[in-house]
């Protein structure tokens, strides 16, 4: 969402007294491994990806595995941090944009049991954590 629509959103259920759990900030960062990046020549035209992998596994294929992160959208105003700051609610941190998450839900498989590794699997499993230790449930049996 918009950080104007989260603003309105937490003035909203602030008012009306709906509790807020958390501020989740959503597709902050892209998080992969250097494997899955695509690399383009200098000047944007050539894609040289198989080149630099090819390169990248006869002298270093350890760092293949490395993960890499970029700022998608970098915050303004201090971003969804600062926001749940102003509005006294906690900060839960950053659900990261993951292409394997989005086919997921597209293929209705458990993201989360296909990727556990994934930064954005280990986020959701935080998030998951802290959702049922603020509203316990009981496990059916």
Same mark, same amino acid.
């Given at each position: 969402?918009?950080?104007?629509?989260?603003?309105?959103?937490?003035?909203?259920?602030?008012?009306?007294?709906?509790?807020?759990? !958390?501020?989740?900030?959503?597709?902050? #960062? @892209?998080?992969?491994?250097?494997?899955?990046?695509?690399?383009?020549? &200098? +000047?944007?035209?050539?894609?040289?990806?198989?080149?630099?992998?090819?390169?990248?596994?006869?002298?270093?294929?350890?760092?293949?595995?490395?993960?890499?992160?970029?700022?998608?959208?970098?915050?303004?105003?201090? !971003?969804?941090?600062?926001?749940?700051? #102003? @509005?006294?609610?906690?900060?839960?941190?950053?659900?990261?944009?993951? &292409? +394997?998450?989005?086919?997921?839900?597209?293929?209705?498989?458990?993201?989360?049991?296909?990727?556990?590794?994934?930064?954005?699997?280990?986020?959701?499993?935080?998030?998951?954590?802290?959702?049922?230790?603020?509203?316990?449930?009981?496990?059916?049996?």
């Amino acid at each position: 969402m918009h950080h104007d629509t989260v603003r309105k959103e937490l003035n909203f259920c602030q008012k009306t007294k709906v509790p807020i759990l !958390g501020v989740v900030e959503n597709m902050g #960062q @892209y998080t992969t491994t250097l494997s899955k990046l695509k690399f383009l020549s &200098p +000047d944007g035209k050539d894609d040289c990806t198989s080149q630099i992998l090819e390169q990248l596994k006869a002298s270093c294929p350890q760092i293949l595995d490395t993960l890499v992160e970029a700022t998608i959208y970098p915050p303004s105003g201090g !971003g969804p941090k600062a926001m749940a700051e #102003q @509005y006294q609610v906690p900060y839960w941190g950053v659900l990261p944009m993951d &292409p +394997d998450l989005m086919q997921a839900c597209e293929a209705g498989k458990p993201f989360v049991e296909e990727f556990p590794t994934t930064m954005a699997a280990k986020a959701l499993q935080r998030f998951c954590k802290t959702i049922t230790t603020q509203l316990p449930v009981e496990e059916m049996g």
